[in-house]
């Protein structure tokens, strides 16, 4: 079992910045890929960024490309989402997750955080 806690959501004004952190416990010595997705009020939860074992070939949704990087540290079994250059849009809750991140199939999920950015 692998479990994730999300940190580092809150209020912020658009154009801002903030960087969420996701720190996993449990069976981390697995080499798997972690991820961010995220669900907006009334709308089905979406892909966002994800990374691999490795830190390498991180991969973007197009809404986020840009703007979003995520980045892990394996010695602190610790995913980041740094966001830059926020919009209302980005306004949901942020979910960490791991294992079957590319295809959807996600085993773990965190609990979420929450982020609102004010016009």
């Known amino acids: 079992q692998v479990q994730l806690v999300e940190s580092g959501g809150g209020l912020v004004q658009a154009g801002g910045s903030l960087r969420l952190s996701c720190a996993a416990s449990?069976?981390?010595?697995?080499?798997?890929?972690m991820g961010w997705f995220r669900q907006a009020p009334g709308k089905q939860r979406e892909f966002i960024a994800a990374?691999?074992?490795?830190?390498?070939?991180?991969y973007y949704a197009d809404s986020v490309k840009g703007r979003f990087t995520i980045a892990r540290d394996n010695a602190k079994n610790t995913v980041y989402l740094q966001m830059n250059s926020l919009k209302p849009e980005d306004t949901a809750v942020y979910y960490c997750?791991?294992?079957?991140?590319?295809?959807?199939?996600?085993?773990?999920w965190g609990q979420g955080t929450q982020v609102t950015v004010s016009s």
């Open positions: 449990g069976r981390t010595s697995s080499s798997y890929a």
């Open positions: 997750a791991a294992e079957g991140v590319w295809t959807g199939a996600v085993r773990y």
């Open positions: 990374t691999a074992w490795s830190g390498r070939s991180p």
